[in-house]
């Protein structure tokens, strides 16, 4: 980031349908802002310049009935196949490090915000756990995590 944090940043990190986000949304119970990339990627689907290059990449087999991206329809596409995905990865990725580095700024001018967590599937791959002050580990027995 180009400013010094002013704010503690707490990563939370765990496996699939884990509780992550559970954890995170306690957080704001106390004062916190959550970073959430599941959340950005989803609104980035909406925005012109992420869906051109997707449509680009994957043709309009993955628009629904009124043009936008299904992600249904993009999901059974990528996870099905290791390139597609990667090659989703390399448009989403950066456009969601770079919303949530602008979340990040914004939260660390708002007084009232006490730290900022970071709920990002993908936290210690993208090399942003070295940005946290605390992580958390969340986990829970397999038959209770959700899908």
């Known amino acids: ?19 992550k986000s559970t954890v995170a949304a306690e957080f704001t119970k106390l004062g916190c802002k959550v970073v959430d990339a599941d959340k950005i990627a989803h609104d980035l689907l909406e925005e012109k310049a992420a869906r051109e290059k997707i449509i680009d990449l994957f043709g309009e087999i993955v628009l629904d009935s009124t043009g936008k991206i299904d992600s249904k329809k993009l999901a059974d596409i990528v996870f ?8 989703l990865n390399k448009i989403i990725h950066p456009l969601v ?38 992580l958390i580990f969340v986990d829970c027995k397999r038959q209770l995590r959700v899908d």
Request: with cysteine; aromatic share 4%; proline share 5%.
């Open 97 to 134: 490090l770079g919303r949530a580095e602008e979340l990040i700024k914004q939260y660390n001018s708002q007084n009232e915000v006490k730290a900022i967590v970071l709920d990002m599937p993908l936290l210690v791959e993208v090399g942003w756990a070295k940005r946290c002050d605390k």
């Open 80 to 87: 099905a196949d290791a390139d597609k995905l990667s090659s």
């Open 1 to 19: 980031m180009d400013n010094p944090r002013k704010k503690p940043i707490i990563g939370i990190i765990g496996g699939v349908g884990s509780g």
